[in-house]
């Protein structure tokens, strides 16, 4: 399974190339090196492994949903990746260069789904928030949450701990960590209009998105 923010931040820019050329088909070479660079993330052998094993796992990723539709239960399984392959790049001479240049084809209902469900991020956020797995969760998740809210919405911290505590044992470890990262957050995102109770959770409230556009990153 893919993990941490390396995972993640693959996951966006796949994400936003697919929105940004209408295509399945998505490079891993120059283009990606380019988002990396925009990310302020480095692009030396530990880090380049790092993501090599991470955009492995995402492409052997297959996800599983279940649910409950007229009492009875139900599944759907997808793909985030259909497939990949290896392309000679060409010269404008027409002579073949010996580089080769990477692609994955993103899983058709996923695409779909993508287009369908837009989130408007901040490329700036994303990459002040590059190396926090939770931080990220949680921009995402107010970015797609808020500017879609017609009145104000109350969140629990128990439904706050199911949604993005899977990592932490118990709700004492993290709570702290929450309220860390979600400081970082509002910082990046300063139109959130969020409101924190100590003792019963979060009440989120109609926002302007992240950005004014209704696009990915990009």
């Keep these: 399974m893919p993990f941490g923010p390396r995972a993640r931040v693959i996951l966006l820019y796949l994400q936003s ?4 050329t209408n295509s399945r088909e998505i490079e891993l070479g120059s283009s990606m090196r380019q988002w990396l660079d925009r990310m302020g993330i ?3 052998g530990k880090t380049y492994r790092a993501f090599r094993d991470q955009a492995a796992r995402i492409s052997a990723c297959r996800l599983t949903f279940a649910f409950k539709r007229h009492g009875r239960e139900g599944f759907i399984r997808d793909s985030i990746v259909d497939g990949g392959l290896s392309l000679f790049d060409i010269s404008v001479d027409g002579r073949q260069e010996r580089l080769w240049k990477e692609t994955v084809l993103l899983g058709d209902k996923f695409f779909q789904s993508l287009k369908k469900h837009l989130v408007p991020l901040w490329d700036g956020a994303v990459s002040r928030l590059a190396n926090q797995s939770l931080g990220i969760d949680i921009y995402c998740w ?3 949450r808020l500017h879609t809210l017609n009145q104000s ?3 629990a911290w128990p439904a706050l701990y199911a949604q993005f505590g899977a990592s932490y044992a118990h709700m004492h470890h993290f ?3 929450f309220l860390e990262s979600l400081k970082t957050v509002l910082i990046v995102y300063p139109d959130a209009k969020v409101v924190l109770s100590d003792d019963r959770g979060l009440t989120l409230y109609p926002s302007p998105a992240p950005v004014r556009d209704r696009r990915l990153i990009g």
């Excluded at 190339?17 to 940004?20: M, P, V």
């Design 142 to 144: 107010l970015a797609y």
């Design 17 to 20: 190339e697919a929105i940004k």
């Design 42 to 44: 480095e692009r030396g």
């Design 175 to 177: 709570k702290p960590r």
């Design 153 to 155: 919405s109350a969140i």
